[in-house]
C-alpha cells in the first residue's frame, strides 16, 4: 500500500473519529452545562425567594410589635391584667381589647384573621372572638407547634416569634401564620417593664406566601432572571411542604392545598429527615424526572421547593448535536478529498530524500538532495544536506580530538600525584576537627548543667515568669506560671502572649495594645501593679477570671524584651474583701454610741444639766471634740463601704453649681475666717452651669476637696474654686486650687489611697484618717466622672474632677 495511500486513510479516519468525539463530547459538555446552568438559575431563585419569604415574615413581626406600642392598648392590657378573672372589670376590659382591636387595627391589614391576649400561663384571657377565652393555649404549643408562646413570656424588648403555615381546621382550612410577642410598660423615665401577657396574631397569608412564591416581589425590586426563567418554561414549578409531606400552598399543577397533595420525594425527604438542601436531579411527586433546588426552613419544618422538567431544558442540546452532526460530515469528506489532491507531489520529494539516504548508508558522504520546494519538505531536504556535511566534518574533528586526548592523560596523571599530596592534608585536618569536637561536648556539657541550675532558680520562685520578646513570643516560663494558666507547657513555650492570655481592668477586657507591656516597649521603664488596678486574666485552662498583679521590666542588651511576673492575688483579694467588711460593721457598730456621746456631751456643755467649773468644761471640749473626729471617721468608712458594696444612693436633681457652692462656702465660713483665708469663687461667665446628681453625694466631694484645702493652707492664704465646660461640651470639670503645702513626689500615686497621708500633711495637720480623698475618687468613679490633680510641693496644689452635663444624663 503507498504511503498516499495509507496518508488518505489515516487522515480521513482521524477527521471522522475527531468529529464523532466533538459530537460526544459536545453533547456530555452541552447536556451538563444546561443541566448545571439550570441548577444554578433554580439555586439562585429558591434563594431570592427564601429572602423574600423571610422579609415578609419579618413585616409581619414588624406589624405585631408595632401593635404593643400602643398607649392605648397597652392601658387596656394593664387594665386586663389588673381585674380578677370573672369580675365585671375583666368583662369590660375584655370586651374594650376586642372592640379596638376589630376597629383600630384590623381593617388596615386584612390578612388578620384574629388576635388574642394569653397570660402567663397560656390562657387566653381576650380575644377579637369570644368563643376562644379560655382556650389553652400552651397545649397548644406541645401538641402542635402552633406558636412561640414559652420564648415570648420571658423574651426582652424587642424580641418577636413566628410560626408559618400553621393549620387549626376548628378556625380556618386555609393555613395561617402565628406571630407572638411580649408587652412591656413603657415608664416616665425611659425604662421598660415586662407584662405577664403575650399578644398573639392569627394572620392567613395565602396570598401573600403565593405572590412570594410567583417571584412577583423580587421582581418589583428589580431581580427578574428567577422570574424569567421560570415564565418561559411550561414546566416549572415552585411550592412549599411541611413536615407531614403535604404541599401547602398552590403549585401550577396543583391549585387547590385542600387536596393534600402528598410529596414524598428525595429533597423533601433529606431537608426533614438530614436537614440538607439540595440542588441536582430527581423524580417529583408526578413521576417526572426534573432538575430541582430546595431550601430548608428547620424551625418551621417546612421545605421550599423550585424544579423543572429535564426534558424541556435538554431539547436545546438535541437540537444543536444534530446540525453538528451534519456539518462534521461534509468536513470530513472534503478533507479527505483535499487530501488525496495535495499529497502527491510532498510524498514524492520525500522518496528522492528516502534514496540519499541509502547512498549514505554506502560510504559515499558526497551526496545531496536537490529539493527547492518552500515547504517543509524543502526546509527537511536543506536540512538533510547540511545534516551530511556537519557528519563528514565531525569526522576530521575526531581526529583531532584523538590527539588533544593524549596530551590530557598526561597531565591527569601530574593532577594525581598533587591529589594524594592534599588527601594527606585532610587527614591531618581531621585530627585536629576531632579534638574541636571533644572540647565542644565538654563546653555542652558545662551548658547544660548552667540550664539546669537556671531551671532550678525558675522553680523556686513562688511568682509565675515569663520571658517575652518584641512579638510576644514566649521564651522562658517557669512552673509557677504554668500552674496560675492551668496549660501544659506545650501550650504555651514558643506561642503568642496575646493568644493564651486575655486581660482585664475592672472587669473589662483590654485590647493588648492597651496592655502595660505596650507602655514598657516604648518607655523602657519598669510597671508594677497592686490588688486596687483590679487585672484579672483568663486562658483556656482557667474557668473563671483569675485576679492578678503583675511587675513588667524590659530587657536591655542583645536580647529586647520583657520579663513579666505575675502574682495570684486571690487570697489578697478575700482578705481585701473581708477586711472592708470588717470595716463596715465596726462603723455600724461605733455610729450609734458615738451619737450618744455628741449628743450628751452638746448637753453637757450648753449646761443643761447643770454649771461646770472651767476644769469640767476644759475636759468636756475635749470629750465632744474627740467624738467629733471620730464620727466624721467612721462617716468617712461608711461612705467608702457603700461605694465598695455598690449600695450607694443615687436621687438624681438638677444642681446649680452656682448655688451648691457658695452654700459650702457659707458652711465652712468659721473655718476660712479663723485662718484668715482669701477664698475665690469663680463660676463661668455663661449661663448658670447644672448638673443632675444626687446632692449628697456632690456634696461629700466638694467639702472633702474644700475642707483639705482649707486644713493644708498656711494663715492668709489663697483658695481658688471654678468651674467650666470641657471642650467637648459634654461635662464640667470642676478645680479647687490651693497655694497651701502641696505633695511630695515620691508619694503623688498613693495618695488616693485608703488610710495614707503624706509626711507633710501629717506635721502640718497631726490628726486625719487618710480616706477623705480615697472616698473622693470612688464618688467621682461612681457617676463615671474622674479625679486627678497637679501639685508643687510647698506650692500648693490643684485637684479637678468631673461631671456629666444634666442635658447628656436626662437623655
Given amino acids: ?79 386586663l391584667l389588673a381585674a380578677e378573672d370573672g369580675t365585671s372589670a375583666r368583662t369590660r376590659a375584655t370586651k374594650e381589647f376586642a372592640s379596638y382591636v376589630t376597629g383600630k387595627k384590623m381593617p388596615y391589614d386584612k390578612s388578620v384573621l384574629m388576635a388574642d391576649i394569653l397570660d402567663k400561663k397560656g390562657i387566653v384571657i381576650a380575644s377579637t372572638r369570644s368563643a376562644r377565652i379560655g382556650t389553652d393555649e400552651l397545649s397548644e404549643e406541645t401538641l402542635l407547634k402552633a406558636h412561640n408562646f414559652s420564648k415570648t413570656i420571658v423574651s426582652e424588648l424587642g ?121 441536582q436531579e430527581y423524580d417529583n411527586y408526578r413521576g417526572t424526572r426534573v432538575l430541582g433546588a430546595s431550601v430548608c426552613f428547620p424551625d418551621d419544618k417546612l421545605v421550599l421547593i423550585t424544579e423543572i422538567s429535564k426534558d424541556e431544558i435538554l431539547a436545546t442540546s438535541s437540537v444543536i448535536m444534530n446540525s453538528i452532526i451534519v456539518f462534521g460530515g461534509t468536513i470530513a469528506l472534503f478533507g479527505i478529498v483535499v487530501i488525496a489532491i495535495f499529497f502527491r507531489r510532498p510524498l514524492q520529494h520525500i522518496e528522492y530524500i528516502g534514496a540519499a539516504v541509502m547512498r549514505i548508508m554506502n560510504g559515499d558522504f558526497n551526496v545531496k538532495v536537490k529539493v527547492d520546494t518552500k515547504d517543509e519538505i524543502g526546509t527537511l531536504a536543506t536540512m538533510f544536506n547540511k545534516m551530511v556535511l556537519s557528519v563528514r566534518q565531525n569526522q576530521e574533528a575526531m581526529q583531532e580530538s584523538k590527539r588533544k586526548l593524549e596530551e590530557n592523560e598526561n597531565v591527569l596523571k601530574k593532577d594525581i600525584l598533587e591529589h594524594e599530596k592534599q588527601q594527606k592534608f585532610l587527614e591531618q585536618s581531621k585530627k585536629a576537627t576531632l579534638n574541636l569536637l571533644e572540647d565542644s561536648f565538654e563546653i555542652k556539657q558545662k551548658l547544660e548543667e ?20 518584641t512579638e510576644y ?162 462617716d468617712l468608712l461608711l461612705g467608702i463601704s457603700r461605694v465598695e458594696s455598690g449600695k450607694l444612693k443615687a436621687d438624681k436633681t438638677p444642681i446649680d453649681l452656682g448655688v451648691f457652692t457658695a452654700e459650702i462656702r457659707k458652711e465652712l465660713a468659721p473655718q476660712i475666717d479663723e485662718k484668715n483665708l482669701a477664698v475665690t469663687v469663680a463660676p463661668p461667665e455663661r449661663d448658670p452651669v447644672v448638673v443632675w446628681l444626687d446632692p449628697l453625694t456632690l456634696r461629700q466631694v466638694v467639702l472633702n476637696l474644700f475642707s483639705n484645702a482649707i486644713r ?79 501639685t508643687s510641693e510647698g506650692n500648693g496644689t490643684t485637684f479637678f474632677f468631673t461631671v456629666p452635663l444634666s442635658t447628656q444624663l436626662a437623655k
Fill in 1 to 79: 500500500m503507498k504511503l498516499r495511500t495509507k496518508a488518505t486513510l489515516f487522515l480521513g479516519t482521524l477527521l471522522i473519529a475527531t468529529e464523532l468525539v466533538i459530537i460526544f463530547s459536545m453533547e456530555y459538555i452541552m447536556g451538563g452545562t444546561l443541566k448545571t446552568e439550570a441548577i444554578n438559575t433554580l439555586r439562585s431563585h429558591t434563594e431570592q425567594v427564601e429572602s423574600s419569604y423571610g422579609i415578609f415574615l419579618k413585616s409581619l413581626k414588624r406589624e405585631t410589635l408595632d401593635w404593643t406600642a400602643d398607649q392605648a392598648l397597652e392601658r387596656i392590657i394593664e387594665d
Fill in 159 to 279: 424580641e418577636t416569634f413566628v410560626k408559618s403555615i400553621i393549620f387549626e381546621t376548628d378556625e380556618t382550612p386555609e393555613p395561617m401564620i402565628h406571630v407572638t410577642v411580649r408587652f412591656f410598660r413603657n415608664n416616665a423615665d425611659g425604662t421598660h417593664t415586662p407584662l405577664d401577657a403575650v399578644l398573639l396574631v392569627h394572620f392567613l397569608s395565602v396570598e401573600e406566601i403565593t405572590t412570594v412564591l410567583s417571584g412577583e416581589a423580587y421582581l418589583q425590586a428589580g431581580a427578574t432572571t428567577g422570574k424569567t426563567f421560570l415564565e418561559k418554561n411550561t414546566s416549572s414549578d415552585i411550592y412549599l411542604v411541611n413536615s407531614e409531606k403535604l404541599m401547602v400552598t398552590p403549585s401550577r399543577y396543583v391549585s387547590d392545598i385542600k387536596q393534600q397533595q402528598k410529596v414524598d420525594t428525595l429533597p423533601v425527604r433529606e431537608c426533614l429527615e438530614n436537614d440538607k438542601e439540595i440542588d
Fill in 450 to 469: 548552667e540550664g539546669d541550675r537556671l531551671q532550678t532558680i525558675l522553680a523556686s520562685i513562688e511568682d509565675g515568669l515569663i520571658l517575652i520578646d
Fill in 473 to 634: 513570643k514566649i521564651v522562658l516560663v517557669n512552673a509557677r506560671t504554668l500552674k496560675i494558666f492551668a496549660m501544659p507547657v506545650t501550650d504555651v513555650l514558643g506561642k503568642d502572649l496575646r493568644d493564651i492570655m486575655k486581660l482585664c481592668k475592672k472587669k473589662v477586657f483590654l485590647e493588648p495594645r492597651e496592655w502595660p507591656t505596650e507602655e514598657v516597649f516604648i518607655t523602657k521603664k519598669a510597671i508594677t501593679t497592686t490588688l486596687e488596678n483590679d487585672f484579672c486574666i483568663t486562658t483556656k485552662g482557667l474557668d473563671t477570671q483569675l485576679p492578678v498583679a503583675f511587675s513588667f521590666a524590659p530587657l536591655a542588651g542583645k536580647f529586647s524584651g520583657i520579663v513579666v511576673i505575675v502574682r495570684d492575688v486571690t487570697r489578697d483579694r478575700e482578705l481585701d474583701e473581708a477586711k472592708s467588711g470588717f470595716v463596715s460593721v465596726a462603723s455600724h457598730q461605733l455610729r450609734t454610741p458615738l451619737t450618744s456621746i455628741r449628743w450628751y456631751s452638746e448637753m453637757l456643755l450648753s449646761e443643761d444639766a447643770g454649771a461646770l467649773n472651767p476644769s469640767q468644761k476644759d475636759f468636756m471640749n475635749e470629750i465632744h471634740g474627740g467624738a467629733e473626729r471620730l464620727y466624721q471617721t467612721v
Fill in 712 to 790: 493644708y493652707t498656711n494663715e492668709k492664704g489663697i483658695i481658688e474654686v471654678k468651674w467650666r465646660a470641657s471642650e467637648d461640651g459634654k461635662e464640667v470639670v470642676y478645680t479647687v486650687h490651693d497655694n497651701g503645702i502641696g505633695i511630695p513626689e515620691a508619694v503623688r500615686s498613693r495618695i488616693f489611697s485608703k488610710f495614707f497621708r503624706a509626711e507633710n500633711a501629717r506635721a502640718q495637720v497631726p490628726d486625719g484618717s487618710g480616706l477623705g480623698l480615697s472616698l473622693v475618687k470612688d464618688l467621682v468613679e461612681s457617676w463615671g466622672g474622674k479625679v486627678w490633680f497637679e
